[in-house]
C-alpha cells in the first residue's frame, strides 16, 4: 500500500478522460455539452464530462446492435472470449492503484477501501466470469425417444447498465463481465457523478481486445442518457443499479417503450439483530463497519440495528466505542476510514435526516451533524441515534449516509418482526451463537441475503441482490449469466 505522500502526489499527475466511448472511440457529445466533475473531499473541479443524451445513445445503440449482428463478439469462439475477457482482468490489475484513485476523487471513498476491497473484488469479478464461458453448459431435456430438444443460452444482443456513485468501479463490472462473457453489446451510462474510472476503463478493454462498438460508455444525466437508453426500442436487457425511485421509473420505460427485460439492484435499509448470546465486542465493530465504513453510502449498511435489551446497556458501550474509530479524513491517507460524502446535496440530505430524527425523539448519543466550512469537503460524521422506532422517517427511509438507529427488543418474534417491517429487503444481519436461532431466523428474513456473525461478506460465486422495493435480480455467480442471456429451445423430431 502507497503511503499518503505517495498518493497525494500520484492525483497531482492524474489526468482524466472526459469523452464518451463508442465504437472504440473517444468522442464529445453530440451537443457538445459537459457536466463537471469535482472532488468532494477538496470541492475542486477534477475535468468537464461529456453530457451525453438522445443523440448519443441513438450513435451508440444503432453501432452495438450492428456489432452484435455481425457475430465479431457474440459468435467469437469461447476460449476466445475468455482469453480477451481475462487479458483485460489482468490489465485491471496492472493499473489497479490508477483506478482506484480515480474512484476516491471522483466520489470520495477512502483509498484504502478502494485499494483493499473494491479492486480486488473487481480483478475477481472479471476473471471468474471469464472463466466461466467456456464451463457453462447447455441441456437436453428429456422428452420422448422421438424427438431431440437442445436448451441452449443465447446472448440476448444490446445491454444497457446505468450504474450508481458509491462503487463506481465494482458496481459497473458486476454487470459489465456476466453480459460480455455471454456475447452481448454492451453500453455503461456511469453515474453522473463517478464517471472518470469506467471512462479509462474503456482504454483497457480496447487494449484487451474487444472488438470496436462491443463496450460503450455514455456519460451523462439520469433525465437525459439514462431514460434515452431505458426507453430505446433496440435496447434489449437494462441492467440497473441504483435508487428505488429510479428502478420504478425503469420499469415503467421498459413498458413504455419495447417491454425489455429490467433487472433492478436497488436501495436498502438493512436490519441487524443483536441477541444476548453473541459475542458483543465483535458485533459492536461490525455494525460499526456496516453503517460507517464508505461513509454509510453502502446499499448493504445495516442502517437499523435491534439489540436484546438485556445486553443494551453494555452493547452501547462497545458501539460507541467502535464508533470512534471512524472520524471523517482525507481520503487519500491510507489511515482514513471515511471520506466525504459523494457531494453537498447528499451532505445536507445526512444533516436532514439527523435533524428529524432527533426532532421525531431519536436520541443523538454519537456525532450528529457536522458544521460545513465552504471549500473544505462534503463531510458528514459517523452518527448514532437511539430510541428509534419504526415509525420515524429515518428509519423507514433509506439516508445512504453514516446515521444509525438504534432500537431494542425483547423476544426473537419481536426482533424478526420489526427487521421484516420494511418496504426493503437488501440484505440483513444477526449475531447469536445458538445455531439453531442462527438457522431460524435467517429463514425468516425478507432479504435477499443474510449474514450471520457477519456484515457484508461475499464472494464471487454467490449471489447478490434483493427482494422487495430493493430489486429483482442478482448480480455476481453464474446466476448473473441468466440475466444477459436468453434460453433458446430447439426441438428436433428424429423418430
Ligand atoms: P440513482 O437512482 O439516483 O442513480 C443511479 C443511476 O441511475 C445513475 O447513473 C443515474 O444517472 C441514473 N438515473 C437517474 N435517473 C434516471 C432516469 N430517470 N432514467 C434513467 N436513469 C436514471 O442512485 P444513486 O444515487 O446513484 O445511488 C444510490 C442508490 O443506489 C442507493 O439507493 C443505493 O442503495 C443503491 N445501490 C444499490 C445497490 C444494490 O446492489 N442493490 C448497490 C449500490 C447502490
Redesign the pocket.
Known amino acids: 500500500m502507497k503511503s499518503y505522500t505517495e498518493w497525494q502526489a500520484l492525483s497531482k499527475s492524474q489526468t482524466f478522460h472526459g469523452q464518451a466511448y463508442i465504437n472504440g472511440e473517444f468522442q464529445a457529445a453530440q451537443n457538445g455539452e459537459t457536466f463537471a466533475c469535482i472532488n468532494p473531499a477538496t470541492e475542486q473541479l477534477l475535468t468537464n464530462v461529456a453530457s451525453c443524451d438522445q443523440a448519443d445513445v441513438d450513435i451508440a445503440v444503432a453501432n452495438a446492435k450492428t456489432v452484435f449482428k455481425s457475430g465479431v463478439w457474440s459468435q467469437m469462439h469461447p476460449k476466445k472470449r475468455k482469453n480477451i475477457l481475462l487479458k483485460l482482468a489482468s490489465l485491471i490489475d496492472q493499473h489497479k492503484d490508477e483506478l482506484a484513485l480515480l474512484d476516491t476523487l471522483d466520489m470520495g471513498k477512502s483509498i484504502s477501501e478502494m485499494v483493499n476491497i473494491d479492486m480486488p473484488d473487481v480483478i475477481d469479478c472479471f476473471q471468474w466470469t471469464a472463466e466461466s464461458i467456456d464451463k457453462v453448459y447447455g441441456e437436453i431435456a428429456p422428452t420422448g425417444t422421438d424427438t431431440l430438444a437442445l436448451i441452449s443460452h443465447e446472448p440476448v444482443g444490446v445491454v444497457a447498465c446505468?450504474?450508481?456513485?458509491?462503487?463506481p468501479m465494482l458496481?459497473a463490472s458486476?454487470k459489465l463481465a456476466p453480459a460480455l462473457a455471454a456475447g452481448n453489446s454492451v453500453i455503461l451510462?456511469?453515474?453522473?457523478?463517478s464517471p472518470l474510472s469506467v471512462l479509462r476503463l474503456a482504454e483497457l478493454t480496447k487494449e484487451a481486445g474487444i472488438p470496436d462498438g462491443v463496450f460503450n460508455v455514455l456519460p451523462?444525466?439520469?433525465?437525459t442518457?439514462?431514460?434515452a437508453?431505458?426507453m430505446h426500442n433496440d435496447v434489449n436487457v437494462l441492467a440497473?443499479?441504483?435508487?428505488?425511485?429510479?428502478?420504478a421509473?425503469?420499469m415503467e420505460?421498459a413498458g413504455k417503450s419495447n417491454m425489455k427485460r429490467v433487472w433492478?439492484?436497488?436501495?436498502?435499509k438493512s436490519p441487524m439483530l443483536i441477541f444476548d448470546d453473541c459475542d458483543v465486542k465483535k458485533a459492536a465493530a461490525s455494525a460499526a463497519a456496516s453503517i460507517f465504513s464508505n461513509q454509510g453510502?453502502?446499499?448493504?449498511a445495516c442502517s437499523r440495528l435491534y439489540v436484546q435489551d438485556t445486553i443494551k446497556a453494555e452493547f452501547m458501550t462497545a458501539l460507541v466505542e467502535a464508533a470512534g474509530k471512524y472520524q471523517a479524513g482525507d481520503p487519500l491517507d491510507p489511515n482514513t476510514k471515511m471520506g466525504p460524502m459523494?457531494d453537498a446535496v447528499?451532505m445536507n440530505t445526512v444533516k436532514r435526516f439527523i435533524e428529524s430524527a432527533q426532532a421525531e425523539g431519536g436520541e443523538l448519543v454519537f456525532g450528529g451533524v457536522k458544521d460545513y466550512q465552504e471549500g473544505q469537503g462534503y463531510f458528514s460524521q459517523a452518527t448514532i441515534i437511539d430510541k428509534a422506532n419504526n415509525e420515524m422517517e429515518f428509519v423507514r427511509e433509506?439516508i445512504?449516509g453514516p446515521v444509525l438507529a438504534v432500537s431494542e427488543f425483547t423476544t426473537e418474534e419481536e426482533a424478526l418482526a420489526l427487521a421484516n417491517d420494511s418496504k426493503y429487503g437488501?440484505g440483513a444481519a444477526l449475531w447469536t451463537d445458538n445455531l439453531s436461532r442462527a438457522h431460524r431466523v435467517s429463514r425468516q428474513l425478507e432479504s435477499g441475503m443474510v449474514w450471520v456473525n457477519t456484515w457484508g461478506e461475499g464472494d464471487t460465486t454467490v449471489p447478490?441482490?434483493?427482494v422487495k422495493a430493493?430489486?429483482n435480480g442478482r448480480?455476481k455467480s453464474l446466476h448473473a449469466l441468466e440475466k444477459y442471456t436468453e434460453l433458446k429451445n430447439v426441438m428436433i423430431r428424429i423418430g
Open positions: 446505468i450504474t450508481p456513485w458509491n462503487y458496481m458486476w451510462k456511469p453515474s453522473e457523478k451523462g444525466f439520469g433525465h442518457a439514462g431514460k437508453l431505458a440497473f443499479t441504483g435508487s428505488t425511485r429510479v428502478a421509473l425503469l420505460y433492478l439492484e436497488a436501495g436498502g453510502e453502502v446499499c448493504i459523494v447528499q433509506e445512504f437488501l447478490f441482490g434483493g430493493s430489486g448480480d
